[in-house]
């Protein structure tokens, strides 16, 4: 029996308007309701997916959230942090000379904002899904004890895939590099990714690997669809991510996470 489900949000649970559809809101509450773990595990900040916590009655006793890709594990209810491995501010000058010297738009996270060098179309979806503040500052000027969760380079896809081709092997060897959107290249912690958030939660909780389903669509997905017990795709994940994957299920414009819930918590065929 599965007893934790690691739901990723964009693109995943969430359809492409940012709702959550009736048919997996159901299928949340009924896997609640046999016991069941259900944790939302993102890129986002907590504050980026507290409505969406409230919304799934996810913020009682024993509710947990993998936020930042798993830099970042925390209980919903009372905000008490399992683990926090953020990063620091030599990561941010490194990655800050190495986006000037590559062209492209960055961007870090704290707890509560995104700090970007200038206004820029990408940054500004960023801080607008999370609704959390976009500040502008001189970033030779951020003070040292400045909580850096997570630090991005932030452009056009076409360009941000050249960019990525560009990058030092030394980078790979120094952070956890994931792509959560043709937008967005994620710089992290080395030792953390969604994978290395879920299992932390999951060993807290007494809980094997085989008892987990993590379900995603992108990049910042593969470590912790590796991790599952049963790692499943979206119909719309990236074609990689649908090579690691045991399942691929429907997209998360057809209620994709329901599916899997009902065929594989609930013993069900089809969403009643």
């Known amino acids: ?13 969430l359809s492409e308007d940012k709702t959550i559809s009736k048919a997996n809101f159901k299928a949340i ?10 944790v939302l595990a993102t890129g986002r900040p907590i504050n980026g997916i507290k409505k969406y916590l409230k919304e799934l009655n996810l913020v009682e006793a024993g509710d947990y959230a993998v936020a930042y890709n798993g830099a970042l594990v925390q209980r919903t209810k009372d905000g008490k942090i ?16 190495l ?11 704290t707890e509560s904002k995104c700090v ?30 400045t909580n850096v969760v997570k630090i991005m380079f932030v452009d056009e896809a076409n360009y941000l895939s050249k960019v990525v081709e560009q990058l030092p092997s030394e980078v790979y060897d120094k952070y956890t590099v994931v792509r959560s959107a043709p937008y967005f290249l994620e710089f992290l912690n080395k030792k953390v990714n969604k994978g290395f958030g879920v299992g932390l ?49 429907c997209t998360n414009e057809e209620d994709g996470v329901a599916k899997v819930i009902n065929k594989f ?3 069900e065929e089809k969403v009643s």
């Open 116 to 145: 970007t060098t200038e206004i820029n179309e990408y940054s500004m979806v960023e801080a607008t899904i999370n609704e959390i503040p976009l500040e502008v500052a001189d970033f030779s000027k951020i003070p040292l004890d």
């Open 82 to 97: 399992i683990a926090d491995n953020p990063m620091n501010i030599e990561d941010l000058n490194y990655l800050y000379e």
């Open 265 to 267: 918590i609930l013993e």
């Open 1 to 13: 029996m599965y007893k934790l489900i690691a739901l990723d949000m964009d693109g995943t649970l």
């Open 99 to 109: 986006s000037k010297k590559l062209k492209v738009h960055i961007h870090f996270l």
């Open 201 to 249: 939660l999951a060993e807290n909780l007494g809980i094997s690997h085989k008892e987990v389903i993590c379900i995603g669509d992108a990049g910042n997905d593969i470590d912790m669809i590796k991790y599952a017990g049963l790692g499943v795709a979206m119909g719309n994940a990236f074609p990689e991510v649908k090579l690691i994957a045991d399942y691929v299920t």
């Open 29 to 38: 509450q009924r896997a609640k309701a046999k016991g069941v773990k259900v």
